[in-house]
């Protein structure tokens, strides 16, 4: 009897992910099925940073047959999820909030709200500062003769790979205030550190972008900036010792 009385809580836990995970799927494909119309058109305003500095009677080209038609519709639904995040995000915050304690909540949603905010300020600086000059320095460093024609699916796979690359370095605050807060480290060493930091940020800033030093800065700068953030957020996320939260938590045991 306490054999089944103990399973419930498993299978009601269960049955609730099942249900939060089905309620994702429904918004990504509602979102999809209303943008599957517009594909060429998302697929074309995605481009438009190449194609605008291509040379004059330059064109994008399809190496395969149903490129043309399968490109826009993956792009279609990799926006999709793009702009279903904040609810996704939802989900499993209302998914794993019932295990929290109060003051774990209070610290957990903005960084929640936050990283989401500078996921999509990355993108966004990707396609409206960065790729412009990436796509200008490769137009314009072509060897004379040879004709500028990109793959479509080719470009669709480099363009994600820099949204993606851009907006997981948009979160090196959240990343900063994690690791002050878990104890791995502190305020105060990563200040020490400053210096290698700044170097690493142009390092990696090499690796991401191309051979031109313009480029780099343009990822190196934000990185560095957005360390310093985190720096200062991080100071208002200090690990408590092990007396004070085990206070907090049977205060907050209590109210419940």
């Given at each position: 009897?306490?054999?089944?009385?103990?399973?419930?809580?498993?299978?009601?836990?269960?049955?609730?992910?099942?249900n939060?995970?089905?309620?994702?799927?429904?918004?990504?494909?509602?979102?999809?099925?209303?943008?599957?119309?517009?594909?060429?058109?998302?697929?074309?305003?995605?481009?438009?940073?190449?194609?605008?500095?291509?040379?004059?009677?330059?064109?994008?080209?399809?190496?395969?047959?149903?490129?043309?038609?399968?490109?826009?519709?993956?792009?279609?639904?990799?926006?999709?999820?793009?702009?279903?995040?904040?609810?996704?995000?939802y989900?499993?915050?209302?998914?794993?909030?019932?295990?929290?304690?109060?003051?774990?909540?209070?610290?957990?949603?903005?960084?929640?709200?936050?990283?989401t905010?500078?996921?999509?300020?990355?993108?966004?600086?990707?396609?409206?500062?960065?790729?412009?000059?990436?796509?200008?320095?490769?137009?314009?460093?072509?060897?004379?003769?040879?004709?500028?024609?990109?793959?479509?699916?080719s470009?669709?796979?480099?363009?994600?790979a820099?949204?993606?690359?851009?907006?997981?370095?948009?979160?090196?605050?959240?990343?900063?205030?994690?690791?002050?807060?878990?104890g791995?480290?502190t305020?105060?060493?990563?200040?020490?550190?400053?210096?290698?930091?700044?170097?690493?940020?142009?390092?990696?800033?090499?690796?991401?972008?191309?051979?031109?030093?313009?480029?780099?800065?343009?990822?190196?700068?934000?990185?560095?900036?957005?360390?310093?953030?985190?720096?200062?957020?991080?100071?208002?996320?200090?690990?408590?010792?092990?007396?004070?939260?085990?206070?907090?938590?049977?205060?907050?045991?209590?109210?419940?």
């Amino acid at each position: 009897m306490n054999h089944v009385d103990e399973s419930q809580p498993l299978i009601s836990h269960l049955v609730e992910l099942r249900n939060r995970l089905l309620r994702c799927v429904i918004c990504v494909a509602v979102i999809f099925v209303s943008l599957v119309y517009f594909s060429n058109d998302i697929y074309h305003f995605v481009a438009s940073p190449l194609t605008e500095v291509m040379p004059k009677g330059a064109t994008m080209i399809a190496t395969n047959i149903q490129t043309p038609f399968f490109t826009p519709i993956k792009l279609t639904a990799i926006v999709s999820i793009f702009i279903s995040v904040p609810y996704l995000l939802y989900q499993i915050w209302a998914f794993i909030a019932p295990a929290l304690y109060q003051h774990e909540k209070r610290m957990i949603y903005p960084l929640l709200f936050s990283s989401t905010i500078l996921f999509y300020c990355g993108v966004a600086f990707a396609y409206y500062v960065v790729f412009p000059f990436v796509f200008g320095f490769f137009t314009q460093t072509a060897p004379e003769g040879v004709a500028i024609a990109t793959d479509i699916s080719s470009y669709l796979d480099f363009a994600l790979a820099l949204f993606l690359a851009f907006g997981v370095c948009f979160e090196v605050p959240i990343a900063i205030i994690l690791l002050c807060w878990t104890g791995v480290t502190t305020v105060k060493s990563l200040s020490e550190k400053r210096p290698y930091i700044i170097v690493a940020a142009f390092f990696i800033g090499m690796i991401l972008t191309p051979p031109d030093v313009f480029s780099q800065t343009l990822l190196a700068v934000p990185m560095w900036l957005l360390f310093e953030v985190g720096l200062l957020v991080a100071r208002f996320y200090q690990p408590k010792d092990e007396a004070e939260e085990s206070a907090v938590k049977n205060s907050e045991e209590k109210t419940e």
